[in-house]
């Protein structure tokens, strides 16, 4: 065990009590996330410090990685929060009496490193295996859903040009610009299993594909993808469509009648199983502050997304995995 320096125990003794809600959170990211399994993805691509200047250890890079997509840091942003914190320190594991945080140009090779080999993409699925091996993806339904991640719409920039891999698109009376992200939920668990990005302007319905993963018996979806069982690539699945009745079709049926009042019935309940889809934007979008794409390109952004999905999950799942952890310790 690495001693503590003064600046640590000094500290310890004068920091408030009960813990504030970042140490809170960052003890619990510390019980939830699979270290080894993430160290084991991205091992093979970490450079072995054979040549040049030793890399800074595989871990301590990961966590630094987890803050920053958990605060919504840039990369100049997270260099300066660790140096600041010393609860993001502890996390990381660094002490500014021996060693100087990753600076930022560190933190943005490791991330190319995560994009270039689609290391998002598995730490995602790593963190998933986890989630299944608990027995928390039930696999037996799937509810789709999007959300419009606005993108910066200057022109004030060297090419006098805005992102050309991002689009406008109209949603009720507003124009928005930027991309979307398409995810698969668990249906019983609310945990997301699929993540797509695309252009703002791409419909809902062209990605209900991608976001099945083969098993489940049923399919929940809002009045958007209307129509999504006659797509030349679903209409051979057998599964039970829970689509929701387009607004106008419901409120033409009367009220008083028994087949509107059934209808409404319907669809309240179909909306209550649809409802879980929304808690993993929430976290995305309140807890850790991602409304705004920080890179260019939606390559960078989708990499970006699995890694923030995952997380979200680990903070849904919160509940059940530290129960678990507690009853497999007593």
Same mark, same amino acid.
């Given at each position: 065990?690495?001693?503590?320096?003064?600046?640590?125990?000094?500290?310890?003794?004068?920091?408030?009590?009960?813990?504030?809600?970042?140490?809170?959170?960052?003890?619990?990211?510390?019980?939830?996330?699979?270290?080894?399994?993430?160290?084991?993805?991205?091992?093979?691509?970490?450079?072995?410090?054979?040549?040049?200047?030793?890399?800074?250890?595989? %871990?301590?890079? @990961?966590?630094?990685?987890?803050?920053?997509?958990?605060?919504? @840091?840039?990369?100049?942003?997270?260099?300066?929060?660790?140096?600041?914190?010393?609860?993001?320190?502890?996390?990381?594991?660094?002490?500014?009496?021996?060693?100087?945080?990753?600076?930022?140009?560190?933190?943005?090779?490791?991330?190319?490193?995560?994009?270039?080999?689609?290391?998002?993409?598995?730490?995602?699925?790593?963190?998933?295996?986890?989630?299944?091996?608990?027995?928390?993806?039930?696999?037996?339904?799937?509810?789709?859903?999007?959300?419009?991640?606005?993108?910066?719409?200057?022109?004030?920039?060297?090419?006098?040009?805005?992102?050309?891999?991002?689009?406008?698109?109209?949603?009720?009376?507003?124009?928005?610009?930027?991309?979307?992200?398409?995810?698969?939920?668990?249906?019983?668990?609310?945990?997301?299993?699929?993540?797509?990005?695309?252009?703002?302007?791409?419909?809902?319905?062209?990605?209900?594909?991608?976001?099945?993963?083969?098993?489940?018996?049923?399919?929940?979806?809002?009045?958007?993808?209307?129509?999504?069982?006659?797509?030349?690539?679903?209409?051979?699945?057998?599964?039970?469509?829970?689509?929701?009745?387009?607004?106008?079709?419901?409120?033409?049926?009367?009220?008083?009648?028994?087949?509107?009042?059934?209808?409404?019935?319907?669809?309240?309940?179909?909306?209550?199983?649809?409802?879980?889809? %929304?808690?993993?934007?929430?976290?995305?979008?309140?807890?850790?502050?991602?409304?705004?794409?920080?890179?260019?390109?939606?390559?960078?952004?989708?990499?970006?997304?699995?890694?923030?999905?995952?997380?979200?999950?680990?903070?849904?799942?919160?509940?059940?995995?530290?129960?678990?952890?507690?009853?497999?310790?007593?």
């Amino acid at each position: 065990m690495k001693q503590i320096s003064f600046s640590q125990v000094e500290f310890e003794r004068k920091k408030r009590l009960p813990l504030t809600k970042r140490e809170v959170f960052l003890a619990e990211l510390e019980q939830l996330i699979p270290w080894s399994s993430l160290l084991a993805v991205v091992l093979p691509h970490y450079p072995k410090g054979t040549r040049g200047r030793p890399p800074i250890g595989l %871990e301590r890079m @990961l966590r630094v990685y987890c803050v920053q997509v958990c605060y919504n @840091l840039s990369d100049e942003g997270v260099e300066d929060a660790i140096t600041d914190s010393q609860a993001l320190r502890a996390f990381v594991s660094i002490d500014l009496s021996r060693e100087a945080a990753p600076d930022a140009t560190t933190v943005l090779q490791f991330r190319h490193l995560l994009e270039k080999h689609g290391l998002t993409k598995k730490l995602f699925e790593a963190i998933n295996g986890k989630l299944s091996a608990a027995g928390l993806m039930m696999r037996e339904g799937t509810i789709a859903d999007a959300t419009i991640i606005a993108a910066p719409p200057s022109v004030k920039n060297e090419a006098k040009a805005r992102d050309p891999e991002m689009h406008q698109t109209r949603k009720g009376n507003q124009w928005y610009f930027g991309m979307k992200a398409h995810i698969g939920v668990d249906a019983e668990s609310g945990l997301v299993h699929n993540v797509i990005g695309t252009a703002a302007n791409e419909a809902d319905i062209t990605q209900t594909g991608h976001l099945l993963h083969g098993q489940e018996k049923d399919v929940f979806l809002d009045a958007g993808y209307t129509g999504a069982e006659k797509r030349d690539e679903l209409k051979d699945l057998d599964v039970n469509w829970g689509i929701a009745m387009k607004r106008g079709k419901l409120k033409a049926v009367p009220k008083d009648s028994l087949v509107g009042q059934l209808l409404r019935q319907l669809e309240s309940l179909k909306a209550s199983i649809r409802s879980k889809v %929304e808690h993993p934007f929430h976290v995305v979008k309140n807890l850790f502050h991602y409304r705004k794409v920080r890179y260019k390109g939606l390559a960078k952004n989708t990499a970006h997304l699995h890694k923030l999905f995952a997380l979200a999950n680990l903070v849904i799942a919160k509940r059940w995995l530290l129960a678990l952890d507690a009853r497999g310790a007593s």
